[in-house]
């Protein structure tokens, strides 16, 4: 437990340094690109073009903290080796999800064109392993057999959109993030899942520096790249680190922790659908627009 303890606390300390470092190097490879976010006086109330450079920023910071740690304590070599499939899989599968989300916020992808993207992004990482093959609840032990694939692709998308959804104010998605994979990290120093606790943490730590940039008033945004990422990698750990043969609800851990990301969205669907309209149109009715109006803003909002 402080062996594990003492790898998550280190990897939040590394991304989070290196957070601050690569996102506005990310910030500038984004304006050049022209990925930013232009205001319109309508949805978008920012008064200048804003970068989106979450994804590039966060996937890096990723990528460099797992392997520092990985440098400094080389036995982790041993578990990674013993599962790499998986390893390579989540690493080709969250590139791919920036990517797609770089192509949206670029050129804006229609809401069919980024669902199918997401699909085969989820389905490629299932086929490597990362699937929910049982569920445990009050000590019943539920193996769901051929329903492993629609379910851990229904949960996966979930929260890729439920995420993706909820970034409509400066720092919002980003603050649920950390926090939600600070928990996960603690989840999984508890059931001693090392490799998803790392992980975690290197998230958390991520976020924790991309937020001195995206409080209010935000330098950069999170754009779809940095959003589905997030809800991405959240989906995959929370479904390999929630079980544990000492909790009889381990099914309920990551429900919670994605419990106002899937309440948004749940409720988006149901109130375009209820009004005749396609669940992919865009409307004021999030949380974040309803606090805004009870005039809830900014940081006070977050």
Same mark, same amino acid.
């Given at each position: 437990?402080?062996? +594990?303890?003492?790898?998550?606390? !280190? ?50 910071? !990723?990528?460099?903290?797992?392997? +520092? ?34 192509? %949206? %916020? ?36 539920? @193996? ?22 909820? %970034? ?58 940095? +959003? ?30 994605? +419990?106002?990301?899937?309440? %948004?969205?749940?409720?988006?669907? !149901? ?11 865009? @409307? ?19």
């Amino acid at each position: 437990m402080l062996i +594990s303890l003492t790898f998550a606390l !280190l990897a939040l300390v590394i991304s989070l340094c290196v957070s601050l470092i690569v996102t506005p190097i990310a910030q500038r490879i984004a304006n050049r690109l022209g990925i930013v976010d232009y205001p319109d006086n309508h949805r978008k109330l920012h008064r200048q073009p804003i970068p989106r450079c979450g994804g590039i920023a966060i996937l890096a910071t !990723l990528f460099i903290s797992f392997c +520092s740690i990985v440098i400094v304590y080389p036995d982790k070599w041993i578990q990674l080796v013993k599962d790499w499939p998986r390893a390579v899989s989540l690493g080709i599968g969250s590139a791919a999800i920036v990517l797609l989300g770089i192509a %949206d %916020d670029r050129f804006g992808l229609r809401g069919r064109q980024k669902l199918a993207g997401q699909i085969l992004v989820c389905l490629s990482i299932i086929g490597f392993g990362f699937a929910i093959d049982d569920i445990q609840l009050f000590g019943w032990h539920i @193996d769901l057999g051929l329903l492993t694939w629609p379910i851990t692709l229904g949960w996966l998308l979930l929260c890729i959109n439920s995420t993706n959804l909820i %970034d409509g104010a400066d720092g919002l998605c980003s603050s649920i993030g950390w926090i939600s994979f600070a928990a996960v990290t603690a989840i999984s120093i508890h059931t001693g899942n090392q490799t998803e606790g790392i992980i975690s943490a290197s998230m958390a730590g991520a976020l924790l520096g991309f937020l001195f940039y995206n409080l209010p008033p935000a330098k950069v945004f999170l754009g779809d790249s940095g +959003s589905m990422l997030i809800g991405l990698i959240l989906g995959v750990v929370t479904m390999r680190s929630w079980f544990s043969e000492e909790s009889p609800l381990s099914i309920t851990i990551p429900i919670v922790l994605m +419990s106002i990301p899937l309440f %948004d969205s749940i409720m988006a669907i !149901l109130r375009r659908r209820l009004t005749g309209r396609s669940v992919f149109t865009v @409307d004021r009715g999030h949380l974040h627009r309803n606090l805004m109006r009870r005039g809830i803003r900014n940081r006070a909002l977050v």
